[in-house]
């Protein structure tokens, strides 16, 4: 970890002490510390209101039992979520995350990266996160009906359009938020579509909502090109993960002229150098969720199991799995073979040294909280059209996030040169949402 500012290391320490165990916590933190270094002296008042150590404590963070019985009659019993971490935006909103990785460190550092990709998105949303450390694979669709069921009960006292508005993450798609949003309709006999996000597109849900995540960042990824003179036509492209922030990546780069030649599921990764065929890993991963080894038998292309994506050689690499996927042992393995650009899908994807590694080799790299930021940006567009009875049209909601994204990365490049580190994307996305909270905080007053 680089040194922070003598202002900032208590407010670390104290981060530390209170959340004991939050290793994604303390890491999402000290990422963000570490860029303010420089703010620290410009803005005097945010240390003086105490802005920062107010930042890194949730508002509110809600615990709850999620009881629910399985096919063969047995009760189960899982661990519920939400972290409401900062409302000085709007109310608070991110995703909810079924995996059984999930404890409070994750849904914290989750919810910590959505405050400042909320405010890059220059939305009125605030940040939060939630989830359970329910397992989704291998269960019925009657037992995850009944999991989401027994989650709203209690989350549903917690939410709502103008408090906290929860969507999809890991393991929460659109099947998920529909149970999610009719138990919450049966309790509240309320169609408040404006309550959840990533909703289907014949019950307020809005186009390209299931898209943006993955079609934002590599909107994004065309504006880090653009800045080298270049674009996507011709490259190769590797894409870890094959979920929905992986799948609509590799469409649009696709779409872009680009070639995407790897992707990846927790068993392995496949190579397939002509170009993934996405109609057939759509079938596979949407509608049949098998493994990505089954894409290689059909195809027969490689597949590698346990084995690292990032030896793949490529010109552009989108980490769109999970956190901490790409490591200093993959980050040297793109960099040896001439990776220009790197952009993240998923939630901190790359280790504190992976992504140490990338930058001092002059690789040009983007923060998961600004280039992943079309998902939540279109969610923000979803409310929108909620509030206003309305729905857009696919072309005219793609152009909105095109446009969302475009501003975004111009945020963050001109952040950086105005703070003297041209180029460095993450101490721009970390300047600039930070700033736009921390002057909301300030005018809110002591709250
Ligand atoms: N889970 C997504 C994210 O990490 C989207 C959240 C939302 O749409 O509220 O930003």
């Not at 096919?71 to 519920?80: E, F, L």
């Not at 979520?81 to 914290?108: D, M, Q, T, W």
């Amino acid at each position: 970890m680089e040194q922070l500012h003598p202002a900032l290391q208590p407010v670390y320490d104290t981060v530390l002490h209170r959340n004991p165990g939050e290793r994604e916590f303390h890491q999402a933190v000290a990422e963000v510390l570490e860029s303010l270094n420089p703010v620290v002296d410009k803005r005097p008042e945010y240390a003086q209101a105490s802005i920062i150590e107010r930042v890194c404590e949730p508002e509110r963070q809600i615990i709850f039992r999620v009881p629910w019985q399985d096919d063969s009659g047995r009760v189960q019993i899982n661990r519920g979520f939400r972290v409401e971490f900062n409302s000085a935006l709007g109310p608070y909103k991110g995703g909810l995350r079924f995996h059984p990785s999930v404890y409070l460190g994750i849904v914290k550092f989750l919810g910590f990266e959505q405050i400042f990709k909320n405010a890059l998105t220059g939305m009125p949303i605030g940040g939060g996160k939630g989830g359970s450390d329910f397992d989704p694979k291998g269960k019925s669709e009657a037992e995850v009906m009944r999991f989401c069921q027994s989650f709203m009960t209690e989350l549903y006292r917690h939410i709502g359009e103008y408090t906290d508005v929860p969507a999809g993450d890991i393991g929460v798609s659109g099947r998920e938020i529909g149970y999610l949003f009719g138990q919450y309709k049966r309790i509240t006999n309320r169609y408040e579509a404006g309550v959840l996000t990533g909703k289907g597109l014949s019950w307020g849900g809005s186009q390209v909502r299931t898209e943006a995540t993955g079609y934002g960042l590599v909107f994004f990824a065309a504006e880090m090109l653009a800045a080298k003179h270049t674009n996507f036509e011709g490259k190769q492209v590797v894409v870890s993960g094959s979920g929905n922030v992986a799948i609509y990546a590799a469409e649009k780069v696709a779409q872009l002229g680009g070639t995407v030649v790897a992707m990846s599921d927790s068993g392995g990764y496949i190579v397939d150098e002509s170009g993934i065929d996405l109609d057939e890993m759509k079938q596979l991963k949407e509608v049949r969720r098998g493994r990505i080894s089954e894409y290689a038998e059909a195809r027969g292309c490689t597949y590698v199991e346990a084995g690292s994506i990032w030896d793949v050689p490529c010109e552009v690499a989108l980490p769109c799995a999970t956190q901490n996927e790409l490591d200093e042992k993959g980050a040297a393995a793109l960099i040896k073979n001439g990776v220009q650009v790197v952009a993240e899908g998923a939630n901190m994807p790359t280790t504190p040294k992976g992504t140490a590694a990338l930058r001092q080799a002059g690789v040009a790299f983007a923060p998961g909280k600004a280039a992943n930021a079309g998902g939540v940006a279109t969610s923000a567009l979803e409310m929108q059209q909620n509030a206003s009875r309305d729905s857009w049209t696919f072309e005219h909601a793609e152009e909105r996030l095109h446009d969302i994204m475009q501003g975004i990365y111009g945020t963050c490049a001109m952040t950086a040169e105005e703070y003297g580190m041209p180029g460095d994307y993450v101490a721009g996305a970390n300047i600039a949402g930070f700033t736009q909270v921390a002057d909301a905080m300030l005018a809110l007053g002591v709250i």
